[in-house]
């Protein structure tokens, strides 16, 4: 190996060291809580170093939420690639967002968290992230599309606002507040019951005829969201204050 191959080797990986350093801190506290001080310490180098890799804390933040997003576009990825109904593909992208946010809750909520308006439009990262995050929302238009061609979404829906629809709803459902919590759980159900609903309640309003699709997603792993079998909602008892 080269004098050039190796420094540029040993470049990517303490760039890899200081973005692996940074993410451990920002899955544990909040953005403003952490500093490029913290960073420095967390990842052992001095912050002059850091700046030399990234321009500042905003543009660090950035990349560790694109690798959040390139794993949500690869999980819809696999759910286009189905050879199923587009409907069912469309099922099969909300169960793969809901397992996206069971398995890495920490990326979901520093996608959200970058999504707000603190961030600079000018940040590097910026146009990046929002065409990765736009990806996921064509493949979902597409399978709508899919649905549409093939007669298992209704004729009459326009691909796109469907699919800003529904992704504003899976981006609402799985980043509820507390608060939001507290009031279902309140009254007897668990979030999980809550999310698990969503596709029987959504269902019909794109199917044809406003009927369930009798499409069976089983054989394509466990569900987060159910199409054609209802959860069994086992309402508990409120407790008496």
Known sequence: MGITDRRRREKEQRRAEIIEAAERLFFSRSYEDVSMDDIAREVELNKATIYLYFKNKEALFATIVLRGIQILRERYEECIEKEVPGIAKVILMGQAYYWFSQEHPDYLRLIHVYGSERFSKENPYAAEIGEGYGICRLM???????????????????????????MISFMGILSLEKRWKLAIEGEGFSYEQFASEFFRFITPAIAPDGRTHNADLRDFGPSGFFLTEPLALKKEKR???
Do not use: K, V
């Open 140 to 166: 979902l238009q597409g399978a709508i599309a899919e649905g549409i061609d093939d007669g298992t979404i209704r004729a009459d829906l326009d691909p796109f606002l469907t699919s800003m629809y529904l």
């Open 239 to 241: 407790r008496q204050t």
